[in-house]
């Protein structure tokens, strides 16, 4: 079948593009694995998007769901893994080994977790290993887990794991923590968190499930931890492998953009949020820029069409 747009994303980008493009009456398939994109699985207050004084990531992303799905527009639960352009068309292929066509496309696919690049990291997803606290800290009770990454996200996961877990290390590869002072000393009074700075992870060990990590320390001796979980928090990339070698990627692995309209050096191909080049990765950035991409995509259509 074909549409006139099909959106890739639903985080506030995605959402926002949806939204706007039911309005403009065009013809859209959105298609997503999650609603929420980063946000999704995220309990973490907000406090700055307007008109809400505190909600979680969680709570605002139903709600552009609860919006979005108001709208006239289809909703494919799938991912992307390629896009091409053939003359004015596009043809997008999915997971589920679906191929759909439009004569326009939004990238609001968002960022991904970034991971620690060890070989046997992705055998031991969903046996110990994990990139969500809030889907997996359940699992967890009275365990002990390791928590790689001293930025906010990282203190901010070890101090809900402790609802659960019996011990939390936060292991930082750097010689300072980034995180902020507040949430170092929530993490102090916990009485549950221990903090190792200096620690580069070498190696996942276990049969079946997470049995220990392997970490070289400040001196760069190689210490064994015992643990039973480890949730990887050392911040987030572009996901952008899909469209590699039709649009232009920047050194952070951003689409490359026009600020003022949203495409892409491909005429028809815009992107939006956390996927582009545009500054500033906020929730509401990223809600505007949807819907600024799904007007100017609704600007490149109507031209086709007088063409």
């Known amino acids: 079948m ?27 398939l959105l298609i997503t694995k999650n609603f929420g994109g980063l946000m999704s699985g995220k309990s973490v207050t907000i406090e700055n998007y307007p008109g809400f004084e ?3 990531g ?4 139903s709600r552009f769901e609860k919006h979005l799905k108001k709208q006239q527009i289809e ?4 991912s992307v893994i390629k896009i091409e352009k ?18 326009a496309v939004i990238i609001a696919s968002g960022s ?5 690049g060890l070989p046997e990291e992705k055998e031991f997803i969903g046996r110990g290993v994990s990139y969500c606290s809030t889907c997996d800290g359940p699992f967890f009770s009275n365990k002990d887990v390791a928590v790689a990454g001293g ?3 990282g203190f901010e996961t070890a101090i809900s794991l402790t609802d659960y877990a019996k011990k939390i290390y936060i292991l930082e590869a750097g010689k300072e923590l980034k995180a902020d002072e507040v949430l170092q000393e929530k993490a102090k009074k916990s009485g549950k968190i221990e903090i190792i700075t200096g620690a580069s992870i070498k190696k996942i060990q276990g049969e079946k499930f997470v049995s220990s990590l392997v970490f070289e320390d400040q001196k760069k001796d190689l210490k064994i931890l015992e643990v039973q979980g480890l949730f990887v928090e050392i911040g987030w ?3 952008t492998s899909f469209v590699k070698g039709l649009a232009d990627l920047n050194e952070k692995g951003e689409i490359a953009i026009d600020f003022k309209n949203n495409q892409t050096k491909v005429p028809g191909l815009f992107a939006a949020g956390d996927s582009s080049s545009v500054l500033y990765k906020q929730i509401i950035v990223a809600a505007g820029e949807g819907a600024k991409a799904a007007l100017s995509a609704y600007e490149y259509l109507q031209k086709e069409k007088e063409e």
Do not use: H, W
Request: glycine share 8%; proline share 4%.
């Open 151 to 153: 930025g906010n996200s």
């Open 86 to 103: 053939n003359n004015q068309e596009f043809s997008v292929l999915t997971e589920k080994n679906k191929q759909f066509q439009s004569k």
């Open 237 to 239: 990339q572009p996901a």
């Open 54 to 56: 505190e909600i979680s």
């Open 112 to 116: 991904e977790p970034r991971n620690l």
């Open 2 to 28: 074909m549409y006139d747009l099909i959106i890739i994303g639903g985080g506030p980008a995605g959402a926002t593009a949806g939204i706007y493009a039911s309005r403009k009456k065009i013809k859209t």
């Open 75 to 78: 909703v494919e639960n799938d």
């Open 58 to 61: 969680s709570d605002l992303i």
